[in-house]
């Protein structure tokens, strides 16, 4: 790595750990709250508007299926009419008969042709229904439902039923140029040939139907505002279409429409320099094909209207999270600021009161109670020391001021203090309430002796804490039965033994790790408590120097084996170990007490 590059880390690692509190909290509020958030919202947008496009993209496959098998339907039904009065056995006789017949014969046909053309003529959707005949056979045009086939020919459909490519042609309303007719009609020509010879034709037929009905259902097949459904035929002559001004910006290029009609799915294409989905269908036996057209815009049109919601989401809940975290940590800093300073002012034997105007039950409340009784404790401690001056008054003010040493209360502020930065917030709750009660037990209302279950407690606070800040953690294992856990012994008898086997002995192992064990056994008229531990052993002529009143060396097991001697006016400590193996304190305590 560049050493510029270290040197900036560094730095930055500096700048950050000098931080005060308030804004540590604040960034990581930041960081793990609100930037997730953003994150979240605009990750959730992305799958959301993933999700309806996919829906809307389905919906209007469905919806085009549907138009399109109504489309057919629509043309199969105008088809199987057109069928029907092709082999009709009494039109084909008519339009078969002799054309030197008497002009009598000539008036009845074709009042009867015009009868049977009128009864097809009621069929749903059908405008009109009209059969071009030879003149020979026609007597006169009725109401239009019957005509020559010289004027058949005069009419821009009739040249295109060969090249139809079936029995039938469907004529586009652009072959239609009538001013006054109101409505656009679409036509069904083909034609008819004699019953026992298919190639001679007798007439040709016309039927007539409205476009509307086409549209509407083009109209029904448009799932998606903004989108365009139109047929057009083989000539690209369009036949019917849901917006004539859309149709003239999203029509699609005949060689588009050759290429993908009937592809099984959508295709994106840009059409008039704009990116739409493109869907064609033909509809069996014409040659129309059915297109529909949806911009990517009004996809995205109704995607957008989660992304305002989105957006209004993050305006109101940012606000809020930004103003609960700057309270929270308002609440959080003010308290601990003015605490830490306390306990500066203790470490440089200042003992003043942490005087708040509320008083508040939360872990941090709990802790400035401590704090206090704990300064007037020391400070009462301090003064019957100077007052009295008695020897074992002294050493068990040292003890207890050793014991709470205001430096573990400090330390363990600062765990909490880079804790927060990290935002766990779960485990400085934990963490302070831990202490909050260690220093409770710790202090006893002033009572020198204490249940040993309170002194198990104690010591296994003192662990939980200890494990937050080791690298390594220590498991702590305690076998004590219910009857011995109410036997009383002086205050702060363990921890500190705990503490040895920690400093001096696990944490002196390559490995760091260890485990340590503390047992109650009941041994004849005596109580015993064992505090094991396999740290790395202390050496014998050392372990013959650590209760020696004389050596300068294991002042704490000192003082813990005198406030022993002189509570019970016997027993007090004994050590065994071995090196690489580990230790075995062994306290003693009458049962008489």
Known sequence: MHPNRVQKEILMMKFLANLKLKYKLMWSYFAFIILPLIIFSQLSFLEFSKILENRIIYSAEQSFNQGAEYVTYKINQLIGISDSIAINSDIKEILERDPKSHNSQLHKDNYRLNELLYAYNRYEGIVNICIYINDDLLFDNGDGRIASINEAKEQRWFSQIPGAGSRVFMVPPSFYNNPLQEDTILSLARRITRLDDYIDITAYLRIDFDESDIRAILENANSVDGSLTYIRNRDDRIVSTTSDRLLEQYKIPIADIERLNNYPDWVVLNVSEEECYVRVKSIADTDWSIVTVIPLEDIYREVADISRLMLIFLIVIIPITISFSVLLTYQITKRLSKLSVKMKQVSENRYEIYDEKHTYGDDIGELVESYNYMVKRISTLAEEQYKTGLNIKSTELELLQSQINPHFLYNTLDMINWMSYENRSEEIRKITKALSTFYKISLSKGEMLIPIQ????????????????????????????????????????????????????????????????????????????????????????????????????????????????????????????????????????????
């Open 454 to 593: 309170d002194e198990l407690r104690h010591v296994s606070l003192y662990m939980e804490i200890q494990n937050y800040r080791l690298q390594y953690p220590i498991e702590l294992n305690i076998d004590c039965p219910d009857y011995i856990k109410q036997i009383k012994i002086p205050k702060i008898t363990l921890q500190p033994l705990v503490e040895n086997a920690i400093l001096h002995g696990i944490l002196s192992k390559e490995s760091k790790t260890g485990t340590i064990h503390i047992r109650c056994r009941q041994e004849q008229d005596n109580y015993v408590i064992y505090v094991e531990d396999d740290g790395i052993g202390i050496r014998p002529e050392q372990v013959r120097s650590l209760l020696n009143e004389e050596e300068k060396s294991g002042y704490g097991l000192k003082n813990i084996n005198t406030r022993l001697i002189l509570t019970y006016n016997q027993g007090g400590l004994n050590i065994e170990s071995q090196e690489g193996i580990g230790t075995i304190i062994k306290i003693t305590v009458p049962r008489s007490s």
